[in-house]
């Protein structure tokens, strides 16, 4: 059984999920695969875990650096996503890393001579736990803000609040994100 939880934020509302125990999803309303991973059943309930997750939520948005993780689940998605999510969970609070930079890494975790960024991209925008596993860090190579399910204009919020140096970022004319 799959459970589910409202949080309300300042940029708009957020739905949690959860397999009981972990964090599953964290969703803001109608970003791009908004409930990808939700269940045809589910129940809403208030569960320790999301009581967890929204003194995290708290924390954040408050402008603070929370200084846990609530316990998350990723075991519904391919072994590549895994991946660059882990790699993504290590960008520091208020930095960037491109989509370049998370190839480069997965493929030298694996032991090969590269990775493509294109199919970084396609997991970073698969991200079911947005903001805790932080996808809105995530930039192009030439400092371009694209590629956010949630939309640009929360990725940009998001990356103020943590008072990210975006001197070198831009937004797109065009792309995914807008």
Same mark, same amino acid.
């Given at each position: 059984m799959q459970y589910t939880q409202k949080y309300d934020s300042p940029l708009g509302g957020i739905l949690l999920a959860s397999d009981g125990k972990a964090l599953?999803?964290?969703?803001?309303?109608?970003?791009?695969?908004?409930?990808?991973?939700?269940?045809?059943?589910?129940?809403?309930?208030?569960l320790p875990v999301f009581e967890e997750t929204a003194q995290w939520l708290d924390l954040y948005f408050s402008g603070q650096e929370p200084d846990f993780t609530p316990p998350l689940s990723l075991q519904q998605a391919s072994s590549f996503r895994r991946e660059v999510w882990e790699i993504m969970l290590t960008i520091p609070y208020g930095q960037t890393?491109?989509?370049?930079?998370?190839a480069a890494e997965l493929a030298r975790r694996r032991g090969v001579e590269n990775m493509s960024a294109?199919? !970084? &991209?396609?997991?970073? $925008?698969?991200?079911?736990i947005s903001l805790? =596993?932080?996808?809105?860090?995530? !930039? &192009?190579?030439?400092? $371009?803000?694209?590629?956010?399910?949630?939309? =640009?204009?929360k990725k940009v919020r998001l990356l103020m609040l943590?008072?990210?140096?975006?001197?070198?970022?831009?937004?797109?004319?065009?792309?995914t994100a807008l």
């Open positions: 599953t999803g964290l969703w803001f309303d109608g970003q791009k695969y908004f409930g990808s991973t939700l269940a045809a059943q589910r129940e809403q309930k208030l890393m491109t989509y370049k930079a998370i294109h199919a !970084v &991209g396609g997991a970073v $925008s698969h991200n079911p805790i =596993i932080p996808c809105h860090r995530v !930039v &192009g190579t030439n400092g $371009s803000l694209t590629g956010y399910a949630g939309g =640009i204009d943590e008072n990210a140096d975006q001197s070198k970022l831009f937004l797109p004319k065009k792309g």
